[in-house]
């Protein structure tokens, strides 16, 4: 038993990771991380989304003109060929074993996702919460950066008009078709937080109410 555990934790991992970027600083760091999983990534596609910081990389790299995050995400996707996905922000960095824990938990899910350390001009612990479909209604409680079976995704996960909460999108679709997570409640990664998404959040209301719309939720009231 012990022998073939430890087995398991030297075979690479059958997850494609999709890093979109654009303007990031922190790339580096990001693909840092990246290398230092316990389990490695069968494929890293580093998607770049019109301009962005020079950097060196052996993963492999596609570059389009600036579109906007959702489409460098779907591009990336479509180029990906492992069994699972993950869509990494370029300014978030893997603890060591953050896909060891993720391929853990997703046996038996359609998805598995994580508590994450929120750092920069506000820092935090975001935590998520076991998954319910009625409760993410309500308010999305899962991050972008979650291990999915690519079985349950369609050609175009993200949709490229939502302005924010893209996400939230995405875990209220496949949800709508049954699917369901894994949370593992520990704090396996580290987001940064700058001046920049403090100022996209101001928007925030706008954006929520385009989400319910679009899945027929309840509406927020205006203020």
């Known amino acids: 038993m012990f022998l073939w555990y430890t087995h398991f934790l030297h075979m ?9 970027v654009y303007k990031e600083k922190r790339l ?11 389990r490695k990534p069968q494929e890293v596609i580093i998607v770049v989304d019109g301009e962005t910081e020079p950097f060196e990389t052996h993963f492999r790299v596609i570059r389009i003109e600036h579109a906007g995050a959702s489409t460098a995400r779907n591009v990336g996707f479509t ?12 300014d978030t960095l893997l603890y060591p074993n953050y896909l060891e ?31 319910d479909a009625e409760k993410l209604k309500d308010q999305n409680y899962i991050d972008t950066i979650s291990l999915i079976d690519r079985t349950c995704l369609s050609d175009t996960p993200f949709d490229p008009s939502l302005g924010r ?8 679709t496949l949800s709508a078709q049954g699917f ?6 520990e704090v396996l990664m580290s987001k940064w937080f700058d001046a920049q998404g403090l100022s996209a959040a101001q928007d925030s209301a706008y954006w929520e109410q385009m989400v319910r719309q679009k899945h027929h939720l309840s509406c927020i009231a205006s203020s």
Not at 12 to 20: E, G
Not at 28 to 38: F, P
Not at 165 to 172: G, P
Not at 180 to 185: D, H, I, L, T
Request: with cysteine; hydrophobic share 40%; glycine share 4%.
């Open 101 to 131: 824990k993720m391929l853990e938990a997703i046996d038996g899910y359609e998805f598995s996702y994580c508590d994450f350390l929120q750092s920069g001009i506000r820092s935090s612990i975001h935590h998520a919460q076991p998954f």
């Open 28 to 38: 580096e760091e990001t693909l840092l991380s990246i290398r230092a999983q316990s």
């Open 165 to 172: 909460f893209q996400d939230w999108d995405l875990w209220l």
């Open 79 to 90: 180029a990906s060929s492992e069994p699972y996905v993950l869509f990494l922000d370029s």
């Open 180 to 185: 369901c997570g894994a949370y593992v409640p």
């Open 12 to 20: 690479d991992a059958p997850v494609s990771i999709i890093v979109p």
